[in-house]
Each structure stands twice: as C-alpha cells, then as structure tokens.
C-alpha cells in the first residue's frame, strides 16, 4: 500500500520512541525540543518503501525532523540522475541540520561524478551553512577515488566560514582524504583554517585507514 501524505506523519507517531526522542535531540543540538519525533533509522528505511516519492517531495517544507529523513532516504535511492539532481537542489534548502545533510548522498552521483562536479562548486559558495556542508560531503563521498582531482583540495581548504557544521565536515573531508590521497592531501593542511588544521589531524589520527607511520609525522608536526 502506498501511503498518502496525510497518513506518513501519523505512522511516524506511531513508531515514535520516547526515550529514543529525549536521546536524539542531543545529537541534534540546533533542533528545537518539538521538531524530533524519535524514530529510529531502520523504522524509517522501513516506511519508505509504503511511500510514493513525487507526492511527498512536493510537501515542502516539513515539519519534523524525520519527515526531512525520509525526504533525504527517498533521494539517496533515486536510481534516475536528473530527476533527483532537480529534487536534492530543492529540497537542499530546507535542509537545516547536520544528520538530515549528511544522510543525503544520492548514490545515483557515483555514476555522474563529471555532471555533479559542475554542481559542487556552487553548493560550496551557498549561503546557506547546510549546502556548503552537503557539497563538502559530495566531495568525500564521490571524488577521493576514481573521480579524485588534486584542485578540488584546494576548493575545500579555502572555504572560509565560521559555521561549526561547515568547519567540521572540513575536517572530516581531509581526514578522508589523508587517508585515500595522502601524497596530495598532506600539502595543503597549511592552506587550512588553524582550527580545521587541528580536527582534521585528530580525526587522522583517530582513524583506522590511516597508517601509524603517517599518523606520527601529523603528530609530530603539529608539535612544532
């Protein structure tokens, strides 16, 4: 059966966890106390297969926080590249905390890297904080291995802002990429804002991809 629109905030409340509500808000910290439901990620996978896409996407903007999960599950399935190209850049406004931006990665984009990289560089000069970070991740997700190209370091590393969420997806695209492109990553951490610099080394450091050796000469160059 699929759902109408009317009736998915309704089987939201039907699943919602209390405790799990109380617990997530945490996570989010820039969500207000009534915007989480509580419902938890697998139950969410779960009721988007009872959805029908095009009618739900049209319900902008959503009230609740996992109504814009399920906005970002359905696109990150979306199989037709220009079709969710034109939804990810409508709904990207709306988009208004980390989870909601990190959860959209339409997997579409892997086979698209050329046509989405014309895109990526105006996600990252967006106003808005969660696009920035939406393109930063668009960059980690889709072009640190095949689709890699050595300026698009450079792009991340000069991004200036002072947005928290901006300034840490920094960090984790270069701690990704010390750890799939070390040769090429390594001489731009000077370029990087003093803050990121520091993240992006304790995020290297804490990682598992990245060899002891490597992580020693960021620890000993950070001493200095």
């Known amino acids: 059966m699929i759902l109408q629109n009317k009736i998915i905030r309704k089987r939201l409340f ?26 938890r990620m697998p139950l969410l996978r779960q009721l988007t297969k009872e959805i029908e896409p095009a ?28 079709y969710c190209l034109r939804e990810v850049e409508r709904f990207l406004p709306y988009v ?26 105006r996600w990252l000069a967006s106003e808005h904080e969660y696009t920035v970070r939406f393109g930063i991740g668009v960059l980690e997700a889709f072009f640190l291995d095949k689709a890699f190209r050595p300026e698009q370091l450079q792009w991340v590393a000069h ?4 947005e928290y969420y901006i300034r840490m997806m920094q960090a984790w695209y270069f701690a990704t990429a010390l750890a799939k492109q070390w040769d090429a990553a390594l001489p ?37």
């Open 96 to 121: 208004d905390n980390w989870a909601t931006c990190d959860g959209l990665r339409p997997r579409c984009f892997a086979k698209h890297t050329d046509e989405v990289l014309t895109h990526v560089e």
């Open 55 to 82: 009618p739900f996407f049209y319900e902008l903007p959503h009230r609740y926080y996992e109504e814009n999960q399920l906005h970002a599950i359905l696109l990150s399935g979306m199989k037709d590249y220009d």
């Open 14 to 39: 039907e699943l919602q966890d209390v405790k799990y509500r109380d617990f997530h808000r945490g996570l989010v910290p820039t969500a207000s106390e009534d915007y989480i439901i509580g419902v």
């Open 159 to 162: 991004i200036r802002r002072e």
């Open 188 to 224: 731009v951490l000077p370029a990087l804002p003093e803050w990121v610099c520091r993240k992006t080394i304790q995020k290297t450091c804490e990682s598992f991809r990245v060899p002891q050796a490597h992580k020693d000469y960021l620890r000993s160059s950070m001493a200095r």
